[in-house]
């Protein structure tokens, strides 16, 4: 028997606190545990001389492995079994790049245009050529701005439920929208297509947000996006509210958190969810120095988190904890396609319009073009490169976004935020669990 590589021990004020990275089993660990693990590192472990329960705990939190097993070895099976998964299809499509905002910090050009019938005919193919194998179809609608487009998003989705009811395939959708456009009877077509949730970002109150997310038109939107919020939401809706932070925004969170509070019926339904402020190209260049750092961000990002839960609100999962993963984001896995308007392909949300990065074309015989648009994205291996290998948090973090990695200076993977705070992260989970045991 040895130890994970994965293991943290940490002592805190009155505890020693227990975290696996493999597993993300959280524990406050006794005397009994201790000892188990300085006999294993002694080699002096004999498994019929402890509790059975402790030792079985310790194996299925992961800290305690067979001799034989190597952890970076059984991190790549599951990664290629995820990642060449073709039962799980996923795609994500910008019916138009065109939008009626123009936010600061956009990385898009917005052309006009909007999926021709005839995309529209290519890419309903394509789906059906995936869904002969798929057990599962994710679509996320994104854009520019997707409901520039509705009466595409609705006929699309018709022709989706109906591929997936003949192949009996489960179907679920989601909205990326500033949700400007929205009308009333939205809602009802959205529960109709199966379009479970939607993003709308708001980036504080009302003169800071109209300012950072411009309406072309120059109005604002504040107060009809609150009020789109609610629509979705009384409709049982799932919402994402997503507050996009740099140092512009960042001392207002609190008011925008008390407006929400106030105004949004159902605030505790409401999952918020707090966006990095990128500069990824030369079309958002200009924000840069507004602009956080991972490594500063993971320093600011906690202290919102317990804002937002201080307040009743729902945070996203994986933000507030972190989760084993075997891939960063879609552009690790081979059935999972970005899709513009024109019908062209890519791996990466941020590369949508630009033809430099377009894999391939729905409208093309031969479609996915397995050249280095595709394979190099596909073949990134994070378990491959000496400073990911040799990172405790690989099994949490995965390598990091592999876009940061192409545009950074010096090539080499870029640490998620995880890796400067998952140990806050558990410290404020402790905190918490003992909060509520003793309340
Ligand atoms: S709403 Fe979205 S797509 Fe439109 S300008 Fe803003 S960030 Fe860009
Ligand atoms: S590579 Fe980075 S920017 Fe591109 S989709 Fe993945 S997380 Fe987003
Ligand atoms: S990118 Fe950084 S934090 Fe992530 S696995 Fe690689 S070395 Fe670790």
């Known amino acids: 028997m040895k130890l994970s590589r994965y293991n943290f ?15 993300c089993a959280l524990a406050v660990v006794d005397e009994n545990f201790l000892r188990v693990v300085d006999d294993v590192k002694n080699n002096s472990y004999v498994e019929k001389n402890y509790d059975a329960q402790l030792i079985a705990d310790m194996k ?28 799980n299809f996923g795609l994500t499509i910008a019916p138009t790049l065109d ?24 890419l309903i193919k394509f789906v059906e050529s995936r869904l002969e194998r798929a057990k599962k179809f994710s679509l996320t609608w994104y854009g520019g701005e997707p409901l520039l487009a509705k009466e595409i998003v609705y006929a699309l989705s018709e022709k989706f439920l109906e591929l997936c009811e003949k192949y009996s395939i489960d179907y679920d959708a989601f909205i990326i929208t500033n949700a400007s456009l929205l009308e009333d009877s939205d809602a009802e077509l959205f529960k109709k297509y199966k379009i479970n949730g939607a993003q ?5 109150v009302k003169e800071l947000h109209d300012n950072r997310r411009r309406a072309i038109t120059g109005e604002s939107t504040f107060d009809r996006l609150i009020d789109r919020v609610n629509l979705l939401l009384n409709n049982g809706l799932s919402v994402v509210v997503r507050i996009n932070i740099d140092k512009e925004n960042i001392a207002h969170v609190d008011e925008l958190l008390d407006v929400l509070v106030e105004r949004i019926d159902k605030h505790e339904k409401l999952k918020i969810d707090f966006g990095q402020v990128s ?3 030369d079309v958002c260049k200009s924000i840069e120095g507004d602009c ?13 988190y317990e804002k937002v839960l201080a307040r009743g609100f729902t945070v996203n999962k994986m933000a507030a904890y972190p989760i084993p993963r075997v891939n960063f984001c879609c552009v690790d896995y081979a059935n999972e396609f970005v899709i513009d308007n024109r019908g062209e392909l890519y791996r990466c949300w941020n590369h949508v319009g630009n033809l430099k990065y377009s894999s391939g074309n729905v409208n093309d015989d031969d479609k996915l073009t397995l050249e280095k648009n595709y394979l190099s994205w596909i073949q990134w291996n994070p378990i491959r490169h000496p400073k990911c290998r040799e990172c405790s948090c690989l099994p949490i973090c995965m390598g990091g976004c592999p876009e940061a990695m192409r545009t950074s200076n010096d090539g080499q993977p870029v640490c998620g935020t995880v890796k400067y705070n998952f140990e806050k992260v558990i410290e404020c989970f402790y905190e918490r669990l003992k909060g509520a045991i003793s309340d």
């Not at 021990?9 to 597993?23: G, P, V």
């Not at 956080?292 to 919102?304: E, R, S």
């Open 60 to 87: 299925s939190s992961g800290c305690l492995i067979e001799d034989d097993v190597d952890e970076l070895e059984r991190l790549e099976f599951y990664r290629n079994l995820a990642k060449y998964d073709m039962t």
């Open 200 to 204: 709308i970002t708001i980036d504080g």
């Open 9 to 23: 021990l940490r002592q805190y004020d009155d505890a020693t606190i227990f975290f696996n990275a493999t597993t």
């Open 279 to 281: 500069p990824f190209n």
């Open 99 to 122: 939008c009626n905002f123009r936010c600061k910090y956009c990385y898009e050009t917005h052309p006009k245009g909007k999926m021709s019938s005839e995309t529209q005919e290519a």
């Open 292 to 304: 956080y750092n991972n490594a500063q961000f993971a320093d600011v990002m906690l202290p919102l």
